[in-house]
């Protein structure tokens, strides 16, 4: 690295480091947690921080109007990932002076105090099995005040599922909704039935089971916060139709938690072009690497430049081509990519875009790309 230079030069083999091992997302990681918690030893933060034994575990939202399905969901969720589910209600049975002040209000059927919640909701997901498996908030937060002030505390989702539905569909969920006493879970009288005959005969009606114009309210309540919440979320957020088989649903919502974000530090494109004979590979990839400065490799030029060199490997590699058995060169593709200077010698510094011919190319670029 020439330090007399600016900018600093780094050398190509630092970003496929930095890019097999997360070094960028580790220290963007890092950074956010200090510019949050701001602790008064940043040192011994950093230290006990990559001392835990886990740091990217998942911290989810789950919203949405009432009856879309969040209940269920939720718990399905924290079972298939194992994280800890909260919700509003069992942040409130925390034993904590933070806690009993709050029910004081709920008590008086008094709205509690915006920040004295973001500090119940800050003391629970600061529990050690919250820091150690992660959570998923249910139903929280409600409007975009409550999300901005939940950011300043230092509470940020990795990913937030929002679901909806038609309100019709919503209202006719509220009315059939039943509960189970015994485990809290909810179900519908025509939409979810349980399988259990015990469980459907001890099913019961929720106690504060409201009229349809209530339930309207609350749905217009929602919706006049819903876009607001969408675009405070925007970069880590994804709409679910609720309005479908609960196993759809579910499976949107887990395939979504367990995708990682696009992270915003550099990386290495590498781009595999397949496709028949007269498909227009080899034009598409000159196009792809002139526009987007790649490097363009053609595994059968390749094989070709290498086997009309006069040396031992070339030699070797004669006798394939000849024959039509490409297929059977994985390991004459290591050795050309370690030994020659050739374009996969120059594609270890660089990005590059390759095309292949057959299947049996392609076997070859996997095993070559992968040693």
């Known amino acids: 690295m020439d330090a007399t230079t600016k900018p600093l030069r780094i050398p190509p083999d630092m970003a496929t480091y930095a ?21 008064a030893d940043p040192i011994q933060y950093l230290i006990d921080m990559l001392k835990r034994e886990n740091t990217d575990v998942p911290r989810v939202m789950l919203l949405g109007p009432p009856a879309s399905g969040k209940r269920t969901i939720a718990k399905k969720l924290c079972e298939q990932i194992g994280t800890i589910h909260i ?34 909701i800050q003391q629970r997901l600061s529990k050690a099995d919250c820091v150690r498996r992660g959570w998923v908030l249910e139903a929280i937060p409600k409007t975009r005040e409550e999300a901005l002030c939940l950011q300043e505390a230092g509470i940020a989702p990795e990913h937030v599922v929002m679901l909806q539905a038609p309100e019709s569909v ?48 609350q749905l217009q309540g929602f919706h006049r916060e819903a876009h607001a919440l969408q675009r405070t979320y925007k970069n880590c957020l994804k ?9 759809d649903v579910f499976a949107q919502v887990l395939t979504f938690v367990l995708s990682r974000h696009r992270s915003s530090a550099p990386y290495t494109p590498r781009i595999l072009l397949l496709g028949p004979p ?26 070709k430049a290498v086997a009309a060199d006069e040396s031992s490997m070339g030699e070797l590699i004669k006798p394939f081509l000849e024959s039509g058995r490409r297929g059977k060169l994985p390991h004459l593709l290591t050795l050309t990519r370690c030994q020659t200077g050739h374009a ?14 057959s299947p049996a190319s392609v076997r070859n670029f996997c095993f070559w790309t992968n040693n």
């Open 87 to 120: 919700t509003a209600s069992n942040i409130l049975k925390d034993d904590s002076d933070l806690s009993r002040a709050a029910l004081e209000y709920t008590e008086k059927n008094q709205e509690i105090p915006q920040d004295l919640w973001i500090k119940l």
């Open 278 to 303: 007269g498909s227009g590979r080899s034009l598409q990839a000159r196009l792809i690497a002139q526009k987007y400065g790649l490097v363009n490799i053609c595994c059968g030029e390749l094989l």
């Open 344 to 357: 996969p010698r120059r594609a270890e510094a660089s990005a590059y875009v390759a095309y292949l011919e």
């Open 19 to 39: 890019e097999k091992h997360d070094i960028f997302e580790l220290f963007q990681t890092l950074v956010r947690s200090l510019v949050v918690d701001k602790p």
């Open 239 to 247: 709409i679910v139709d609720a309005d479908q088989a609960h196993v």
């Open 170 to 217: 919503l209202i006719e969920r509220s009315l059939g909704k039943r509960i189970d006493p015994v485990t809290g879970d909810v179900y519908h009288v025509a939409f979810m039935r349980p399988e259990s005959a015990e469980v459907a005969q001890r099913l019961k009606r929720p106690q504060s089971l409201i009229s349809e114009d209530v339930i309207y309210r």
